[in-house]
T-cell receptor
Framework: GESVGLHLPTLSVQEGDNSIINCAYSNSASDYFIWYKQESGKGPQFIIDIRSNMDKRQGQRVTVLLNKTVKHLSLQIAATQPGDSAVYFCAEIVGFGNEKLTFGTGTRLTIIP | DADVTQTPRNRITKTGKRIMLECSQTKGHDRMYWYRQDPGLGLRLIYYSFDVKDINKGEISDGYSVSRQAQAKFSLSLESAIPNQTALYFC?????????????FGSGTRLTVV
């Protein structure tokens, strides 16, 4: 079946280092991808998105890379800070008409002081 | 005030009871969604609504019903709660007109069925 998943359930990174969170998807028809951050006790919060016709998109301290050949998505966080500790989800939309997001299971990022 | 407000934040209920979770939004978005979050399973779509007269089932709608009372309000009901409906429930909104497909989520309702 079609799915959006993550390679690792947990990731620990030293404060100040860069973090890379990976996501694999199986549907080659996926049109749009979003990364969300969920802090403890809160709802998911939008970080950055990318359309399938792009390879890279940058935001403030974050970069999303899309490799359609291997159906892989990554989120890079530069100079990680304690506030980056959270669960990160990738999500996809297949077909802009329905706009239902399908979420992966999440990666818990822990920042080591 | 939050853009998407969910009430209650926490609820403990007994098996067999009817319970309603409420969601209201001030973003003026036309689309609203209910998701369920369980550990290790991510977020799964229960129901969604693209406007006031539109209700659609998601991937796990059995045991749930919804009502879109107004553009700003979307409630989720459990007609007869069972323990495996214990989960974190999120309401979300989106607006196609903005060209941005990301959702805005509420803070969640933690439901425990005993």
């Amino acid at each position: 079946g079609e799915s959006v998943g993550l390679h690792l359930p947990t990731l620990s990174v030293q404060e100040g280092d860069n973090s890379i969170i990976n996501c694999a998807y199986s549907n080659s028809a996926s049109d749009y991808f979003i990364w969300y951050k969920q802090e403890s006790g809160k709802g998911p919060q939008f970080i950055i998105d990318i359309r399938s016709n792009m390879d890279k998109r940058q935001g403030q301290r974050v970069t999303v890379l899309l490799n359609k050949t291997v159906k892989h998505l990554s989120l890079q966080i530069a100079a990680t800070q304690p506030g980056d500790s959270a669960v990160y989800f990738c999500a996809e939309i297949v077909g802009f008409g329905n706009e239902k997001l399908t979420f992966g299971t999440g990666t818990r990022l822990t920042i080591i002081p | 005030d939050a853009d998407v407000t969910q009430t209650p934040r926490n609820r403990i209920t007994k098996t067999g009871k009817r319970i309603m979770l409420e969601c209201s939004q001030t973003k003026g978005h036309d689309r609203m969604y209910w998701y369920r979050q369980d550990p290790g399973l991510g977020l799964r779509l229960i129901y969604y609504s693209f406007d006031v007269k539109d209700i659609n089932k998601g991937e796990i709608s059995d045991g749930y019903s919804v009502s879109r009372q107004a553009q700003a309000k979307f409630s989720l009901s459990l007609e007869s709660a069972i323990p495996n409906q214990t989960a974190l429930y999120f309401c979300a909104t989106s607006d196609r007109a903005t060209g941005h497909y990301g959702y805005t989520f509420g803070s969640g309702t933690r439901l425990t069925v005993v």
